[in-house]
């Protein structure tokens, strides 16, 4: 049986960074991941260039059933923390907008960013490794296939149900049952929306086309762009969104964000000008023309009543849709719930009730809004982590 002090199971964004810190603190440190490779999730982030964090990051990002949870962790590590590890390996970034980090030069810089940093610290990596056993003994022995473990610390760092084709499994939620832990239900976050066959089919002719749009749901409000697409609803706007949505709830959709339709309406209805073409000015013309379809006439402004003008506003200001439910998992980029923070401690990430175990990153009932602020919440839960085990 190895022995070692710290050992981490799962070799993501939280597990490497808490291996690295605590590495550094002299810790002798194992890390296991089951897949063939590390940081495969990683890899594909923010399209292969990896939106490591936000520069705007603060609590108010987070979705928790105690929102104060997250904020102890973010203020140890900071995005201007990992920004300084990134210039210290030279790679190059940019600010895309809305404080979003990425590589310039993909992904794969942080990973091998990480690789080095675990090398220096003198952490060990088992890829390939799927944990069989867990036991609490006088140390936490851990069995793989191969290997038997035991140690002063175990770490859980295995993410969420997000991606399963990536390797996403349910062991985190497993191993918080296995120590009677209380869990907040998981569930997609940051994922698509489907519509009814009946919405979806009225959609058909909007299909691939992108909007600047305001969506709200239950008091939140984003505003980013907006995709129909075959399925259903997508873009920045629906992900950010569909955190916040619950099934049977109708979202609002803001297609003029910087007008009162009912005044712009108003101001020219006694113009020739076709609805279809004056809705062109501030909408992607071939939406607007789709739109109109599915609404209203597209003819004259001149011909609409007061009341129709209304209620064209209405629906270009307040478009109200149901969607049937989410791409589910396969397409969510997090899950949203996990194991319930009444159950750790916000400074360690430390088990209350189980000494020595830990629990980090997306496994946790920490959720971040799109943007890089989930990675932000790996590194940070993954330092508080790190600095205690």
């Known amino acids: ?142 069995e793989t296939e191969t290997e038997r473990f035991a140690s002063q610390s175990l770490v859980i760092a295995t993410g969420g149900l ?88 109708a979202i609002a959709i803001n297609l003029l964000p910087e007008h009162d339709a009912a005044t712009l309406l108003s101001e020219q209805q006694n113009r020739e000008i076709d609805l279809g073409n004056f809705l062109g000015q501030f909408l992607p013309r071939r939406f607007a023309q789709a739109w109109c379809a599915l609404n209203s006439p597209s003819q004259p402004l001149k011909r609409f009543t007061p009341a129709q003008l209304a209620d064209i506003a209405r629906r270009l200001n307040h478009w109200e849709i149901v969607p049937s439910g989410t791409e589910g998992y396969k397409k969510a980029e997090v899950t949203s719930g996990g194991v319930a923070t009444e159950e750790l401690s916000s400074q360690t990430m430390e088990v209350r009730k189980v000494p020595g175990l830990y629990f980090i990153g997306e496994v946790v009932d920490v959720t971040g809004q799109l943007g890089g602020f989930n990675f932000q919440w790996a590194w940070s839960s993954g330092y508080a982590a790190g600095q205690s085990v």
């Open 162 to 249: 997000s991606i399963p084709a990536l390797g996403a499994t349910d062991f985190g939620y497993r191993m918080a049952r296995l120590f009677d832990l209380a869990i907040e239900e998981p569930r997609p976050a940051l994922v698509p929306f489907t519509l009814s066959t009946q919405t979806q089919s009225r959609l058909t002719t909007l299909s691939g086309i992108s909007v600047d749009a305001l969506v709200s749901c239950n008091g939140q409000q984003f505003r980013e762009n907006l995709l129909i697409t075959h399925r259903g609803l997508s873009g920045p706007a629906i992900l950010q969104i569909s955190s916040y949505w619950g099934p049977g709830e």
């Open 1 to 142: 049986m190895l022995e070692t002090d710290v050992l981490v199971i799962g070799g993501g964004a939280a597990g490497l960074l808490c291996a690295i810190e605590a590495g550094k603190r002299g810790r002798k440190v194992v890390v296991i991941e089951h897949a063939e490779r590390i940081g495969k999730k990683i890899a594909i982030s923010g399209g292969g260039r990896c939106n490591f964090t936000n520069i705007n990051t603060s609590p108010d990002n987070f979705i928790s059933a105690n929102p104060h949870f997250c904020k102890s962790a973010l203020a140890r590590y900071t995005p201007s923390d990992f920004i300084s590890l990134v210039e210290k390996h030279g790679i190059p970034y940019h600010e895309k907008k809305l404080g979003q980090l990425f590589c310039d030069e993909g992904s794969r810089r942080i990973i091998e960013m990480l690789l080095h940093e675990c090398e220096a610290a003198g952490v060990e990596i088992r890829c390939g490794a799927a944990v069989r056993r867990i036991e609490k003994k006088d140390k936490f022995e851990v």
